[in-house]
């Protein structure tokens, strides 16, 4: 039993690789083609919003597989859906969402099927409305897969202004520092690159001059006549 048990080990293990490859290709080439359900709440999912004013929760939904029945739904704070403030189902790709449900004041659907769009509006915002909100979609048509994402909104007195002056000089004087710094290194490498080009040379000349005497060679002047030429060289470079 052993025996066959571990004969028959090292072929899984050489199956294995393969199978995992062609496993994770598909899953790769999947997703390229083909994106799941999603739920877009925007590229910044964040908003400060003055007390009173009235905001915008974005959130779309994208599936290239197609919807239906979709169940949406927004909920504040918490994916609890006892804190959902909207949900409906949206039966195909043509059907403005049916069964609106909302659960909370101030909250208005502005949403549309026609734009993939299942956006609310928050009315006259108070402090207390700051906070995580949640967008979250099932698509049966996926087989029940779910997605969600997520809008923070923090309710403000008033909008800080944004001092750009000191941001902006940071970030100049960071820049022209980094650039001096390029440069001087940029300086410094080429004077180390001349000074070891002309190091070179003086040892070439060195070798060539000192083969006939090394250690007399500030003495014998007229041994060392090839000199002059190895100084001249440093000067050129
Ligand atoms: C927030 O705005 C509401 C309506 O404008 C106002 O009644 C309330 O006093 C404001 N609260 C604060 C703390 O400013
Ligand atoms: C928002 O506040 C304005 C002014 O106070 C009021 O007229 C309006 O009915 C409020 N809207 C909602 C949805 O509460
Ligand atoms: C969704 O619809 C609302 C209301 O028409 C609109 O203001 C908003 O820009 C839309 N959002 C997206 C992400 O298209």
Known sequence: MEARSTGAQPRHTLLLPSLR????????LGVWYCQALEMITGKIPYLEAVNGSTVL????????????????????????????????????????PA???????RVEFVGSTKTQ?????????TFEDGGVYTCYGKNPKEKGRYHNSTFTLSVVDELRVVDNTLTILIASCVGGTIASLMGFVLIKNFIIFVISKVQERNKECLVTSSGI??????LSGSKSTPKPTPKKAPKKA
Request: charged share 25%; glycine share 2%.
């Open 117 to 125: 769009n299942v956006s609310i509006l928050l009315w006259n915002i």
């Open 21 to 28: 490859t062609s496993l994770l290709l598909t899953l790769i």
């Open 213 to 218: 005497d090394n250690t007399e060679n500030g």
């Open 99 to 105: 069964h609106l449900t909302i659960y909370k004041d």
């Open 57 to 96: 929760l974005p959130c779309k939904y994208a599936s290239c597989v197609g919807i239906k029945d979709l169940y949406f739904r927004w909920s504040f704070n918490d994916t609890d859906p006892a804190n959902k403030l909207v949900d409906a189902w949206i039966k195909d790709e043509f059907t403005e």
